[in-house]
C-alpha cells in the first residue's frame, strides 16, 4: 500500500519568497503531523492536525507558517518570506487515530522536503 | 515543555561490538518509542514501551522504560553495518496526542 508520500522532495528558493510544502497522508489516517528537522538533530514539532481541525499548533515557530488541511486527507504547510534559518527538512506524518492521549500509535513518516534557502 | 535528551550525540564502533543509547527525561511519560533513521528516509518505528519497567526485545536490539517512565535505553548486540544511523526516542505525554522526540543518537558501525 501506499505510504505517506511529500512534495516537492527538495525546493530551493531564494530569501523573502512564499513556499508550499504538500504532504499526503496514508488513506484513512485521521491524525496528520508536521516537524521539522535541521542537520543531524531530532525533530521539532509544528503543528498537529485530528481530521482537519488543528488542536496544537503551537510548535509554529513564527506567523509566517501556516498549515491547513482539507477532506480529512492531503495537508499543505505554508512559510511565507522565507528566511535562510527555515532552511531545514520538513517531515510529515500520519497516524491511523489518536484520542485523549493515544500518542503511543505510531506514526508514518513521509520522506520529507529539503528546504533550502538562499 | 517535555524534553527528551539522549547520549550519545555521536557513537561510532566496529562491528560485533555492543552499545547502549540512553534518553532521560524529567517528566512521566505515558509511552515512549524509538525511531530509527536513514538519509534522506522519515524515522520508522522501532518499538513502542508503555509500562514503567518493561523490556522488549527485537532481534539484536532491546528497549527498557525506566520504572518511572521517566527514562529509556536501546542496547544492540553485536552491531552490524546494517544498524547504522540516526536513533530517535520520543515521548507522549500523559494525556497528549503529541510526540517530544529527543536530539537522536547519530550510530555509524564500521566493518
Known amino acids: 500500500g501506499a505510504g505517506v508520500s511529500q512534495s516537492p522532495s527538495n525546493k530551493v528558493t531564494e530569501k523573502g519568497k512564499d513556499v508550499e510544502l504538500r504532504c499526503d497522508p496514508i488513506s484513512g489516517h485521521t491524525a496528520l503531523y508536521w516537524y521539522r528537522q535541521r542537520l543531524g538533530q531530532g525533530l521539532e514539532f509544528l503543528i498537529y492536525f485530528q481530521g482537519n481541525s488543528a488542536p496544537d499548533k503551537s510548535g509554529l515557530p513564527s506567523d509566517r507558517f501556516s498549515a491547513e488541511r482539507t477532506g480529512e486527507s492531503v495537508s499543505t504547510l505554508t512559510i511565507q518570506r522565507t528566511q535562510q534559518e527555515d532552511s531545514a527538512v520538513y517531515l510529515c506524518?500520519?497516524?491511523?487515530?489518536?484520542?485523549?492521549?493515544?500518542?503511543?500509535?505510531?506514526?508514518?513518516f513521509g520522506p520529507g522536503t529539503r528546504l533550502t534557502v538562499l | 515543555t517535555q524534553l527528551l535528551e539522549q547520549s550519545p550525540q555521536f557513537l561510532s564502533i566496529q562491528e560485533g561490538e555492543n552499545l547502549t543509547v540512553y534518553c532521560n527525561s524529567s517528566s512521566v511519560f505515558s509511552s515512549l518509542q524509538w525511531y530509527r533513521q536513514e538519509p534522506g528516509e522519515g524515522p520508522v518505528l522501532l518499538v513502542t514501551v508503555v509500562t514503567g519497567g518493561e523490556v522488549k526485545k527485537l532481534k539484536r536490539l532491546t528497549f527498557q522504560f525506566g520504572d518511572a517512565r521517566k527514562d529509556s535505553s536501546l542496547h544492540i548486540t553485536a552491531a552490524q553495518p546494517g544498524d547504522t544511523g540516526l536513533y530517535l526516542c520520543a515521548g507522549a505525554a500523559v494525556g497528549g496526542s503529541r510526540l517530544t522526540f529527543g536530539e537522536g543518537t547519530q550510530l555509524t558501525v564500521n566493518p
Open positions: 506524518a500520519s497516524s491511523p487515530r489518536t484520542s485523549g492521549g493515544a500518542a503511543y500509535n505510531e506514526q508514518f
